[in-house]
């Protein structure tokens, strides 16, 4: 037992009874400040149901104190070689402590002084969370051995041999999930014998995917794995047909993760008994991850200028930031969309909620509650850039977090979509979701939290207005349902590969449920433009075209004529460079052919310089084009959208000699400057989960056409597969990744 005085922190001691004892019944009863067993958290309320922790009898009648059991010590069997983290899944956590999933057993041993009999069971392991724990808050459990004892968390003695008891503990599927602080304590008729506080016996317990009572119970063992263990992760990005991809490392076992996702619920002031509620656990966090309102984990930034801090497009992976905000306790500069996503997911899976990171391409920016953006024409179908405010993000990043919903009628389990980027605010604050996927493709969007917003991102129509310009009214004249939620993805579970779940989202375009849907939505509020301006007879598209930055291009724009008239069109292609936002930087292009159609289908090629759009470029190097454009013969309105992303050059990451626990390696990060121009201020990141904490190195000049190599020496702490992520970064070019996979041997 430890005699260590109890640290400040804890609630006062409880004044036990007076305990006529003796002073030659030992040290561990003593009244004096050191007393062995003076830590109650007991707060037990009357009608005490379960193991009564006063004492039992007066004195005068009991049998002498040496009988009864002291506690010589109390081991949680928390190596990675012992019972409990293997079975919990847990052995991954980089931790000095026990860390189990609630709802499944674990195991402890206690040494008494002498072998313990099945008589001896005035004995309990208690476990306390919080400032000011209370039996009937479920923040301080007493766990008995005892048959006949009902216990809020089950215990069982499993085995006992000699001294040593090795005690079975269930925590209840619905506990508080958060670091507990253990004690053993035996009762006598003269007090309570109870260890001390020992920090190395704090237990964190975590949500459960694999225990059936959990409320993030997930069915699907691949499902599982992947979305609470899986460390790695890839996030899609660029355009639907034209996808790109980057590595990310979640970090949720690395060394310190745990505790700085609890900090994040501390910081939000959470109540502790709020936080077995996954509902209300990933509700918190979405407005936790961002700095608006509460001083959160991550301040956005989208202005181009990242100075102040580390650009969205550098960071690699979870760890640094969590880290970083624990330690400093202010927000980290700077993040969007995919890096909110990213770290609200290692914060899901790091506490046991499967979770992943989906990817909206064309994602709506609805601000008002309407299903649609509004794109302004004037009268010769020319975009009116003015009157345009609405932009539609070329992709868009949240989580779906898998758990139970109670609070919903059957049927809208499952996977929840939060989102932690600030968009909007939901009753004042800026957080969104949990919102039932099921319920966003049903159009159920009055089921809470903030469905009708995430329904608007993957529903909204575009409708073009021709402006009237003597009074200003505004005309639909033609409406695009297909642009906006064009395809949801995300990762398959283990592998590297992309599964398109738009249909969880949404039934498929033009289909009889899909008007359903709609109207559903409506009836709870949400509007549209119902109008429906007849279909011009000629089509517009412009097919897509893969371009590297710095590449001379043609854009080509293809007309259908499918009536039987001739058929002239006026055209405006207007080519943007365009932050992922959809924000317009600057118009780089502005051409207006009249086309001419034949019977066949025409095609009007333009092209496009680098050196047109390579001043301009901003951020993630988006060139958009929109062409408009009226029919002379019919006035029919003729639209297309096309969005090129740039493809980016390599970063070369390559591992060299034997990856092997505990023993040196070799990381090289090489990079070539292939443009005409130097890059200045680059920044290059690379980790690797259990093989390399997060590192950085800035390079103040890299000229055109010269290379950069940085070999760093790293030492595997764990074995198996794993991979190295790094990024390189400056304000003329960013998005940069490479990644190397590999097998750490034990
Ligand atoms: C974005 O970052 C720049 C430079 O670090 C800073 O000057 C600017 O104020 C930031 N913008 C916002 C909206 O925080
Ligand atoms: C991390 O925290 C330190 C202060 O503790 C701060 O100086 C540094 O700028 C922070 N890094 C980021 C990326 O915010
Ligand atoms: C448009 O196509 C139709 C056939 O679909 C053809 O009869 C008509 O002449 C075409 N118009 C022009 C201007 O070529």
Same mark, same amino acid.
């Given at each position: ?27 561990? +009863? ?156 035996? %009762?006598?008729?003269?007090?309570? !014998? ?47 047909? @034209? ?31 709020? !936080?077995?509620?996954?509902?209300? %656990? ?22 181009? @200028? ?51 990171? %989906? ?11 309407? +299903? ?35 609070? +919903? ?21 800026? !957080? ?104 011009? #007879?000629?089509?517009? #598209? ?48 502005? =051409?207006?052919? !009249?086309?001419?159609? #034949? ?16 001043? =301009? ?28 992303? +740039? ?100």
């Amino acid at each position: 037992l430890s005699l260590s005085p109890a640290p400040p922190s804890l609630p006062p001691p409880l004044s036990l009874p007076p305990p006529s004892i003796s002073p030659s019944r030992g040290i561990s +009863l003593s009244p004096s400040p050191h007393l062995s067993l003076s830590r109650p958290p007991l707060s037990l309320s009357p009608p005490a149901p379960l193991l009564s922790l006063s004492p039992a009898r007066p004195p005068p009648l009991s049998p002498p104190l040496s009988q009864f059991l002291d506690i010589w010590d109390v081991n949680m069997l928390r190596r990675p070689d012992e019972v409990n983290t293997p079975q919990h899944s847990t052995h991954l956590y980089a931790s000095d402590h026990l860390i189990v999933r609630r709802g499944q057993e674990f195991q402890l041993k206690v040494t008494f002084d002498r072998p313990y009999k099945p008589s001896d069971d005035q004995f309990a392991v208690e476990f306390v969370i919080g400032g000011s724990p209370q039996y009937s808050k479920g923040t301080y459990i007493p766990v008995s051995v005892a048959k006949d004892r009902q216990s809020p968390w089950a215990g069982r003695v499993v085995d006992s041999t000699d001294n040593v008891v090795t005690v079975g503990i269930t925590p209840a599927p619905d506990c508080i999930v958060g670091k507990w602080r253990t004690y053993v304590a035996v %009762v006598t008729p003269y007090g309570i !014998r109870r260890t001390r506080r020992d920090e190395s016996r704090d237990l964190y317990v975590l949500f459960n995917a694999w225990a059936t009572g959990d409320s993030v119970f997930l069915d699907d063992a691949d499902e599982r794995e992947e979305c609470v263990l899986n460390e790695v992760g890839v996030i899609y990005h660029g355009a639907y047909d @034209d996808m790109s991809e980057r590595p990310w490392n979640f970090g949720q076992f690395d060394y310190g993760v745990l505790d700085a996702c609890l900090f994040i619920m501390d910081k939000a002031a959470m109540p502790i008994t709020n !936080r077995g509620d996954a509902i209300k %656990v990933a509700r918190k966090a979405s407005a936790m991850l961002n700095s608006h309102d509460d001083d959160g984990v991550l301040v956005g930034n989208w202005s181009g @200028d990242y100075t102040y801090g580390v650009a969205p497009t550098s960071w690699t992976g979870s760890t640094e930031i969590l880290l970083n905000y624990s330690s400093s306790k202010t927000p980290v500069c700077y993040a969007q969309c995919w890096v909110y996503a990213a770290v609200f997911n290692t914060f899901l899976r790091c506490l046991g909620i499967p979770a992943r990171v %989906v990817t909206n391409f064309f994602s709506a920016h609805d601000n008002d509650g309407n +299903l649609k953006t509004d794109v302004i024409l004037d009268e010769n179908g020319r975009i009116d850039k003015h009157r345009t405010k609405d932009s539609i993000w070329n992709y868009h990043c949240w989580n779906e977090c898998y758990m139970s919903r109670p609070d +919903l009628p059957q049927g809208f389990g499952g996977w929840q979509a939060v989102d932690a980027t600030p968009q909007e605010t939901s009753d004042g604050i800026y !957080r969104c979701g949990p919102a039932s996927v099921q319920a966003i493709k049903h159009g159920q969007i009055c089921f809470p939290f903030d469905a009708p917003f995430l329904f608007a991102e993957v529903n909204s129509d575009v409708v073009f207005y021709s402006r009237n310009p003597r009074d200003g009214t505004l005309e639909p004249v033609k409406v695009n349902s297909s642009h906006v939620g064009r395809m949801v993805v995300t990762k398959v579970p283990g592998q590297d590969a992309r599964r398109d779940i738009t249909d969880q989202y949404k039934f498929p375009e033009g289909s009889p449920e899909e008007r359903t849907v709609l109207e559903k939505a409506e009836e709870y509020g949400c509007h549209r433009e119902k109008a429906t301006p007849p279909e011009a #007879d000629v089509e517009l #598209d412009m097919p897509l075209m893969e371009v590297r930055v710095g590449d001379d291009f043609e854009l080509k724009l293809e007309f259908n004529n499918t009536s039987d008239q001739a058929r002239t069109v006026d055209v405006y292609v207007s080519g943007n460079v365009v932050y992922y936002t959809g924000v317009t930087s600057s118009e780089f292009l502005f =051409k207006t052919p !009249r086309v001419i159609l #034949d019977p066949k289908k025409g095609r009007r090629v333009m092209e496009v310089h680098s050196q047109d759009y390579m001043r =301009k470029l901003v951020e993630q190097a988006n060139l958009h084009f929109i062409a408009t454009g009226k029919v002379k013969e019919t006035g029919q309105i003729i639209t297309s959208m096309r969005v090129v992303t +740039l493809h980016t050059p390599k970063l070369s990451v390559e591992v060299s000699g034997l990856a092997k626990v505990s023993e040196e390696m070799m990381v090289t990060v090489e990079f070539t400057n292939p443009f005409k121009f130097n890059l200045e201020d680059v920044y290059v990141r690379v980790e690797g989960p259990g093989v390399m904490p997060p590192k950085y190195k800035h390079y103040s000049l890299i000229t055109a056409g010269s290379s950069l190599t940085w070999t760093e020496g790293v030492t595997p702490r764990r074995a198996g597969p794993t991979k190295l992520m790094a990024s390189l970064d400056c304000a003329a070019l960013r998005q940069v990744y490479g990644q190397a996979q590999l097998t750490v041997k034990p």
